[in-house]
């Protein structure tokens, strides 16, 4: 008959082991989710800025302003960056929008009229092009969690926008990666994807980088990206990683430090 055995020192030791080649330190970059349909049209009074119209489950802090702590927009809608974020680069061509652009909220005055929206973007990018768009620099005093909130679809024409995926991944400190995640094929209508950098550290570099997944030649664009914090994982987050041994001491150390 098999009797189960107990944990031996073995196991104790090769979790240790384990913890210690990956310090707790490490950044992640973890794919969150979507909004879609986020502004419907000109001067609609709900928008990524107005404040619970509409709901926006995937805001971090709960307090349905997309971008409470900065942002950094294509065009001329403007940027205001975190104290946390020490540099941001755009390296694609920027374009101010036009009368077939989304308007989407003011940051300035979001219960005003919406401003015109604008993109960084790479027309005719070949089959397989990677592409980055935005180097993301963390500085001090960044969050446990820094969540992204990155526009798309807002331009005047949808035709091709389909296949495209997105990636968030560090260079620099580490090398966390969301891996590529398929967008929701375009319909001129503002959508949002959300992504999450946990454990950041002052130095830490992460680039977004966009991908034509198709056959044929794509327009790659992106609209802008808002900027989100929270001390520890949400609790659906936490009650994950308390399932997963090691994952659960790195919860405990940010209990303990929060
Ligand atoms: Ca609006
Ligand atoms: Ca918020
Ligand atoms: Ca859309």
Redesign the pocket.
Known sequence: MNVPSLPGKGLFASLSASVLAFPLTAATVTYVGSQLSM?TYS?????WR?AGDPDKPLDIDSNGVLGTDGYYMAGSVGESLPGYISDITAHMANYGGNAGYA???NPLDASGN?VVSGSWYMNGAAAGTESDFLTITVGADAPESIRLSMLWDNTDNSFGLTEIQIRVYQTTGGTADSGFQRLTAGDAVTDWYFFDIDNAQAGDVFKVQLKNNNTGNRNLLLGGVAFDGALVPEPATSGLLMGVGAGGLIWFYRRKRS
Not at 43 to 47: F, I, L
């Open positions: 502004e001067n609609d009074p709900a928008g107005s308007q989407i909220d919406d």
